[in-house]
């Protein structure tokens, strides 16, 4: 299984930006999929979550009202769209293919192999 993570940059703070992750090897739909980000000096950290067929999502209360997760489960992929960008935002951002719908590790299977964003104030 291949998770290919794109869209990662330099944004100044309030902007922002659309990261894609391409999910190829397995059926898609068996797997809720998640986000987790991971800045320097900083354990890896949940960000938001997208249920396999309903399309439920979860997020952490840090991006609440400025991520939105999504899936087009005809393409294989899951999106992370972050608005209203901080500098506290500034993270590796890495894709995970979950066999349970949550925000922990516990159950995922798979990772992608991050994308870097950097948020200027």
């Known amino acids: 299984v291949q998770l290919v993570e794109s869209g990662g940059g330099l944004v100044q703070a309030g902007g922002s930006l659309r990261l894609s992750c391409a999910v190829s090897?397995?059926?898609?739909?068996?797997?809720?999929m998640d986000w987790f980000r991971q800045a320097p000096g900083k354990e890896r950290e949940f960000v938001a979550a997208?249920?396999?067929?309903?399309?439920?999502?979860n997020y952490a209360d840090s991006v609440k009202g400025r991520f939105t997760i999504s899936r087009d489960n005809a393409k294989n992929t899951v999106y992370l769209q972050m608005n209203s960008l901080k500098p506290e935002d500034t993270a590796v951002y890495y894709c995970?293919?979950?066999?349970?719908?949550?925000?922990?590790?516990?159950?995922?299977?798979?990772w992608g192999q991050g994308t870097q964003v950097t948020v200027s104030s």
């Open positions: 997208i249920s396999s067929i309903s399309g439920s999502t």
């Open positions: 090897g397995r059926t898609f739909t068996n797997y809720a």
């Open positions: 995970a293919a979950d066999r349970a719908f949550g925000i922990t590790t516990q159950r995922i299977e798979y």
